[in-house]
Structure formats: C-alpha cells, structure tokens
C-alpha cells in the first residue's frame, strides 16, 4: 500500500493516518484529498510528543502501520470493514480486540445533551473508553473554527475518526483525551459551593428577604440564580411571546444594580437566565442602540434577528444587550436554549455556538478572568465551557437513581463539571426522603444547585420539608461549603493533571467483570469513595440500602467513623442523616471550619480530618488571583503527611504540616488548625512542634458521633513545619470499637419499627462482643432479627470492623 511517512503521519492521496501517540490514531478519508490540520469544535491540539510507529507494505500490498500496542491494516480504497481493520493488544477477558471500519462500538459510555423531561435512565453518547479494548470518536461533520468563526469543511463527505486503542488504561486515555481537545478550565472558587435556584417570580424584596432567612437559619449560598421572571414576560402580541426577554421587570426589580449589589453584599454571585432565540425586540432597554448598530428600521420596530453566525450580530449582541448588565453586577449567565439544533449552517449547533461565545466573552476583553456559563452540553470538547445544565428532571426515585450513573459516566467523555436540577424539576410527588436523598447527593456532586419549577409547593427551601428531613439537608448544605478547600483543589488537579473530580470505579481499581455492576459508586476526587442512596428506605428498619463495592484496604465511614475492610461487595444501609461516603485509612481531608456566613475564600480556620491507621498525605492547592488560565507563581501549596507505625500494642503516629510553597500572598496570614483525629479516642503521648520549637498541647472532646478526638493547634504563619506526634493504645482502641458498635446496633433497634422483645433478643447478642467471635454473633443475630434489612444493617456493622 503506497503511503509517504511525513513526521508522524502516513499519507496518500486519498488518506492519511497520524500517529498522536501510541495509543490514539487519527484516520482521515476523502476523495478529494482535503485533509484539516486546522482546529474542530472537538480537536484543538494535535501536538504531541513524538510516538515510535512503523509503516511497511505487507505481502499482499496492503499497508501495516505498527505501534507498541496496536497494528493497522489498510489494503486501500475508501474505508471499508473489508479493507480497514485494527487488532489492538491487551486482555479484557473475552471481548475481541480487533476493530473493522464501521463496526459498532460498545463503550462505557459518555453522556448526553440534557435531562429535559425524563423520568429515570435515557440512553448516553458514546465515550473514549471500552471494555472492548478500543473506542471511536467520529469527528467528520463538526465544523471547523479560525479567526474566531466556524465554517464547514472543504469536503463535506470526507472521514475523519479518532481511534483510541487504550484497554483498560483508563486514566491515560482520558489525559490524551484532553491533550487533544483542550484542558478543563478552572473555575471560580464560588461556583464550588451551593447555589439558590428557583423557577418563581421574585421580586428585589422577596428574593432578598429569602437570603435573609437562608443565612438566619445558617444555610449557606454563594451563587444566586434567577430564572427567567427577571425579565419582562408580558409583551403585546405583536412582539410574539415573552420568552425571550433582556429587559428587568422593574415592577420586580425596581433598581437592578442595588439589587445584585446587596447580593454581592451578602457574599454571593448572580447569573440570570436568557432564552435567546427570538432576538432583540423593539420594547427592550437594549432595542435602540442595538438596532442602530445593526441599521434596522427602529421606525418600523423591526427587530434584531438572533444570529451568532452573524459576526457583527455577535459584536451587538454582547456589547448592547450583556455587556451592560455586567457591569451592573451579574456574573455569568444561564443560557437556557430549547430552540433545536438549526443555526442557519447545515450541521452547526447553535447551542455549540452560544457556548463558546458567551464562554469567550465572560472570559472579559483581554481574558482576563475565569470564563463561566450555565448551559447544556453540545458534543465532545463541550468540557472546555463549563458548566453544565443537565436540564428539567421529573421528580422521582427513578430519575435520582439514574444521576450518580450519569454524572461518573460524563467523565468517559471529559465532562465533569455538571449541574444538575438537584431535588429534581418537575411533577413527581412530595417525598420528603426523596428531597433529602437528592441534596445529599447534590453535595456529593460536582456542582450543587437546589431548582424548582414554578410550582408554588414545589420549593427547595429545607423548611418546607419535616424535621427530620430539613435538619439533614442543612447539615449537608453546610457541609457542602465546608468541602471547598479540598474541592478547590480537585479543581487545580482536573485543569492541571487533567483528573475530572468524579471518576467510575474501573479508574482507579484494576477492572473485572463485576466491577462495572456498580453504577452508582464512584470517586469523588482523590481522598473519597460514594455510593449515595438512591431508593426509599425500608419503613421496619427506617434505613436505605446500597451494594457497593469496597476496593482494598481499610475504609472509614465520614460520617459514622465505621470501620469497613475492603476487597469484597458489601450492602451499606444508613439512616436518613448520612450517606456512604468513605475514606481509607491514611487519608487527610481539609474543611474550612468556619461555621457561619457565605464566605469560601480561603479560611483562617481549617478542620483538618485525620483518618487514623496508615500513612497518608495530601496537597492543598489555593490562589490569590483566579487568573484565567493557570499560573503557578499565583498559587499556594501546603503539603500534609501522615505516618503510621503499630509497635506490638501501641500505635504511634506522626502529623506533618510542611512550610508553604508558592505564592504567600494566596494564604491568610495566619491559619488555625482543628484537628478530627479519626480512630482516635484517647491518647497516651502528645508532642507538637512548630519548626525548632515544642508547644505545649492538649487533646479536647471526644466526638462519638463521628469517633474522632479533637485538638486545637496554635496560629500559624505557614513559614515553618508542624509537627505532631500521638501515640494511642491498640487494646483499648478495640475495646472502644466494641462500644462503638454496641452504641450503633443500640440505635438501630432503638429506631426499627418492631416489637420491643425482638430487640431485647436481638441485642443481647452484642454483649457477647470481645467474649465470643463475631460469626457466633452474627448466627445468633439471623436467628433472632426478623426484618431483613435490619438484620442486613447489623451483619454490615458485625463484619465491617473485623477488629
């Protein structure tokens, strides 16, 4: 097969093959010999390093391009199953590794445009991953982009795929995804913490007054969003429908930038919802400028056609109708199109379009800031604009099972900032441990956004639900915020070392068949493992159930301090106060402990979670600055480290904080530190140090709740080592673990719905804990429970320790 090697590529007349890397081939087809080396909406980087590939001619004429890892035949032609193949090497246990053109690919999947109307599962794009060894990325029809505007490619029929042959290296794939497509941006610290969103129509008053309560009741936001009733909704017939509007209702909003200043005021950011199909019109603020600027007949009230392909269109459109009320104080904006997919060029999405300009745009003039929108994803490279709306979810159990699967599933496609309508949109019924479960996982999610449809039973606010349920969900709320430190720093590490915060389980653990069984489950960042509940709790026992895997080594439960040994599946079941969200021992977890207000920038006061039995450490990133693009002279590291040594039964354990590197300005000038020492319930020895000198220092409460002890240090500078050495006793350790699980199993039974006999029987088992084996115990415990998710709650707490 005739082909001339040039560089990295291999090409004919008619062909060409480039070799990105060992494992990523780009195959390109067309007749007419038109090949692009300029940017698509999806490729913007085919610069990689020099990969080692060999071309020949086989003994039939066909040509062989070989790799390390995969083989290509090609006998000519246009591709075809017949004259195009790939083997690629690797084990995956039964599947084929070998590839024709126009084969079906099978893959993990990636994700889709939106959730608008579903109830439960809808079916997802294809992603880079496989369990077949390979995967596929036709990028053919996108268009292509230069010099700020998309156009179509010379020749409209040519091929052009991205074959990635990377088995189960799943992790690599998806770096040379975003070496490819361009890196995730960071993003604006606020937009980590929780965000007010509701379909209704506020005024100024209202809407302010709401905030109000939210922070007397100590509920924290920091992003405020206002659905389309900002706007005029109300036009003359003559002017079409008010669905498109960029005019303040002033009968709602009297005054606008007083009104977004007392949002800034009370620490939070604003983005308004548009609609902007239906173009400018002449009742809007914006008409008579705009429709100067685009020589419309203002007589004749003609209005300003929506146009993106339009560049002078584009020009107006941010400069009359956005650009103004940017400066008045809103951050970003909500880009809610429902309009289809025609933007006057054949294969053009026009969402695509307003994604990337608006991105563009809210970059600032020069690119100066973080770029930000809420909008809907239109394809891959869709990461680069973050962030995603998933659309108007119906109300249900089914449609909350689906989201932890769709949410870990995005990153197969580099997608991992979305947001979704968390307690769910639309219809449904009321479920007040629905709602719960829903804003549970919303802030163990990549962005936490309560919404509601204009429904005046059907808002979010946490008191509108029980007790029970509206004391959950603000502890969680509140935790939500506590968690930007570390989710500020899986931010540094999804632009930098291009790891998405959520991650499926077959990133981390080395796959087998069963593992892709647990959908639900996944990483959230790289100290936690999830696994929300996602269906009704059992009314005897009172408690939701999950079956999750446990990868190895040994767990801690954030929220019970549980103890779980991992390497087998195990059925979690929690109460309405918590979910499954769990860290190996070893693991260091920075919260900022400051426990009122809206404020997330960097905290004086940090709670750092120690998860006691193992060596361990961790990395906080920070910045002063939020450049829009990454530069390392603007951030702070602060490095942790754990050590831990067991000497026959005592156990000693060695806390390190290292001196600040980077950027000095980006840390507070003095940070206090609360120490969670988890599986530490009494000390025998205690010693801290800062640089050269030793501080006296006391242990505090003893938290059972979460089984921690707590302890203060001194302010710091961030200019020299910390130093804090404990040492505990093994024995008395387990014993306090028995206590610990005699409390649990107490409140279990105390909480089931069965008679007060059956609980007497069932827990004078656990007084037998530390006398005889726990699978004595969890024979008698069979015999005695009744209920079979009781009794799956206390097999989990009896197995899970194996002290």
Known sequence: MEGIREGNQIRGKHFRFTVLTE????????????????????AVNRSFPPAEFHWEEGKQGEG???????????????????????????????????????????????????LDGIDGALPLSEGIVSRQL??????????????????????????????????????????DFFHLTGDVPLLPRYTLGNWWSRYFVYSEESYLELMDRFQEENIPFQVAVIDMDWHITKVPEKYGTGWTGYSWNKDLFPDPPRFLKALKDRGMACTLNVHPADGVRAFEDCYPAFAEFMGVNQKEEEPVLFDLLDEKFREGYFRFVHHPMEKDGVDFWWIDWQQGENSGMKGLDPLWMLNHYHYEDNKGKNGEKRGLILSRYAGPGSHRYPIGFSGDTV???????????????????????????????????????????????????????????????????????????????????????????????????????????????????????????????????????????????????????????LPEGRWVDFFTGEKLTGGRELELYRSLESIPVLAKEGTILPLDGR?????????????????????????????????????????????????????????????????????????????????????????????????????????????????????????????????????????????????????????????????????????????????????????????????????????????????
């Open 134 to 175: 390979f995967s596929v990325l036709d990028d053919s029809k996108s268009m292509l982009y230069k010099d700020g505007n998309f156009f179509v490619r010379e020749d409209s029929e040519a091929i052009d795929l991205y074959f990635f042959a990377y088995g189960t290296d799943y992790k690599t794939a998806l770096k």
């Open 395 to 549: 109300i249900s159990w089914e449609s909350l099972d689906f989201q932890p699967y769709f949410t870990a599933t995005a990153s197969n496609i580099g997608y991992g900032w979305w947001s979704h309508d968390i307690g769910g949109h639309m219809w449904g019924v009321r479920d007040d441990s629905l709602f719960t479960r829903w804003v549970q996982l919303g802030v163990f999610s990549p962005i936490m956004r309560l919404h509601s449809t204009n429904n005046a039973f059907n808002g979010k606010e946490p008191w509108k639900y029980s007790r029970d349920a509206e004391a959950v969900s603000k502890n969680f709320l509140r935790l939500r915020k506590a968690l930007v430190p570390y989710l500020y720093t899986m931010n540094y590490l999804a632009h930098v070392e291009r790891r998405p915060l959520i991650l499926p389980l077959y990133y981390e653990e080395k796959p087998w068949d069963g593992l892709y069984d647990y959908k639900n489950e996944y990483y959230f960042g790289t100290e936690l493992l999830c696994a929300p509940i996602t269906e009704k709790e059992d009314p005897v026992s009172g408690l939701g159930k999950v079956k999750a895997w």
């Open 23 to 42: 494992r990523l081939l780009r195959l390109e087809y067309s007749e007419k010999g038109c090949f692009v080396d300029g940017e698509s909406q999806m």
């Open 595 to 803: 426990e009122e207000g809206n404020a997330v920038d960097a905290p004086e006061l940090m709670e750092l979670h120690i998860f006691s039995g193992a060596d361990g450490s961790f990395c906080l990133a920070e910045d002063e600055h939020e450049y829009a693009d990454f530069r390392k002279e603007d951030w702070a590291f602060t490095r942790f480290s754990l050590r831990h040594e067991s000497r026959g039964g005592s156990v000693e354990e060695v806390l390190h904080i290292f001196p600040v590197e980077g950027n000095e300005n980006a840390f507070p000038k003095e940070r206090l530190f609360l120490l969670h020492l988890r599986g530490v319930s009494s000390l025998e020895g205690l010693s801290l140090t800062y640089g050269d000198s030793e501080l006296p220092v006391e242990a505090g409460d003893y938290l059972e709740e979460e089984d921690a002890l707590l302890l203060s240090l001194p302010a710091w500078d961030g200019k020299e080592s910390i130093c804090l050495r404990y040492r505990y006793n093994q024995e008395k350790r387990e014993t306090q673990e028995n206590k610990l699980l005699q409390d649990r199993a107490f409140t279990l039974l105390q909480n089931a719905q069965i008679s007060y006999d059956e609980k007497t029987r069932i827990f004078e088992c656990f007084k037998d804990l530390g006398k005889k084996t726990r699978a004595e115990i969890l024979g008698a415990v069979h015999s005695r429970c009744t209920s079979e998710s009781l009794r799956g709650a206390l097999v989990e707490l009896l197995s899970a320790s194996g002290v």
């Open 64 to 114: 062989i391009l070989r790799t390390k890892y995969l083989r290509l035949i090609y006998k000519g032609g246009a591709f075809s199953s017949e004259n195009l193949r790939i083997f690629v090497s690797g084990d995956a246990g039964n599947t084929s590794a070998l590839w024709h053109y126009g084969d079906k690919i099978e893959s993990l999947k990636g994700t889709a445009r939106t």
